[in-house]
């Protein structure tokens, strides 16, 4: 995969793209460059079969400090009307892959927008999260207010995001953002040994299960049953299927082909 400025990519684990978000001296602060380097990782890991799922991480103290302030302070209301970045969130948002999210340190803004992007959140005990944008005069931008209250609930996001509060892990444990906690040391071995367990699982199925589980997020009950009903008929045609089946039964490992 090619060199980023603001991104290192280690591509040491089989079937697995980690992504560390390299911009210390800002805090990690996310620039257009950077959410335009990460979509691009995005795209190849998108159309690499044998890839199967991304993990990110930042450093030890900082997962992301949010929007590049310096960036944002240039930008008048016009400027922030043709900005190009609601497109690349949406493209992460549109990742059909597992993204993983190990998390040390801060993640507040869109830091924090980015955790609530990714599919499964590993966190250290250390971490804390927010949305201090109402300090600055604004608001969240890249789900903070729609993708936070459905995933904390109303309580807590209005706490948040009204007064910039942050939250710790232990709190974002128990509110439904993260889903482990371990000691900082370990939050990148434990996400990436989650998404190798990912990889290991019949991809079809995986895809599908992303899909349907998000459409959860914007759907009624019983159009979200329909997805599932759906995915779950598609997914009965698979060769994977049917071969996870005859492994059980013949007390054996399945040998998944994505088909
Ligand atoms: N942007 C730019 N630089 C930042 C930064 C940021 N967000 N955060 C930190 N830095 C820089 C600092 O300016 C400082 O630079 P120097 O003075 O050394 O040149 C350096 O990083 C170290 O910062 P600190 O001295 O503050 O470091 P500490 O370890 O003491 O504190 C901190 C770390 C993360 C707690 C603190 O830096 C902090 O509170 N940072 C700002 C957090 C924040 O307010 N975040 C929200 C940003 S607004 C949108 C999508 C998304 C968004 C908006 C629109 N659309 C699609 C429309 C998102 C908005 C936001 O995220």
Not at 13 to 25: A, D, F, G, M, S
Not at 111 to 135: K, R, S, T, W, Y
Not at 242 to 250: D, L, M, R
Request: net charge neutral; glycine share 8%; with cysteine.
């Amino acid at each position: 995969m090619k060199k980023y400025n603001t991104l290192l990519i280690d591509n040491s684990v089989k079937q697995l793209v980690i992504v560390k978000i390299n911009r210390p001296e800002a805090r990690n602060a996310l620039t257009t460059e950077l959410l335009i380097e990460l979509a691009d990782v995005l795209e190849n890991v998108t159309e690499n079969d044998a890839l199967k799922a991304i993990v990110i991480t930042g450093t030890e103290k900082v997962f992301a400090a949010g929007a590049d302030l310096k960036e944002m302070a240039a930008l008048d209301m016009i400027g922030v009307l043709e900005d190009i970045r609601p497109k690349i969130w949406k493209k992460i948002a549109n990742f059909p892959k597992p993204i993983i999210a190990a998390v040390n340190g801060f993640a507040l803004g869109g830091g924090c927008e980015l955790v609530m992007h990714a599919d499964i959140v590993i966190a250290g005990d250390n971490a804390q999260f927010g949305q201090p944008e109402i300090n600055l005069g604004i608001i969240p931008g890249a789900g903070g207010t729609q993708r936070l209250i459905r995933t904390v609930g109303k309580a807590l996001a209005m706490k948040m995001v009204l007064s910039g509060e942050f939250i710790s892990a232990e709190e974002a444990l128990s509110a439904g953002l993260v889903a482990e906690i371990t000691i900082p040391e370990l939050t990148l071995e434990r996400a990436i040994a989650l998404a190798k367990l990912i990889a290991s699982k019949p991809p079809l199925a995986v895809k599908q299960a992303k899909e349907v589980l998000l459409k959860a997020f914007e759907t009624h009950l019983d159009t979200g049953m329909q997805y599932e009903r759906k995915a779950f008929t598609v997914l009965s045609g698979t060769e994977d299927r049917n071969e996870g089946i005859a492994a059980f039964f013949e007390k054996r490992k399945p040998v998944f082909k994505g088909r």
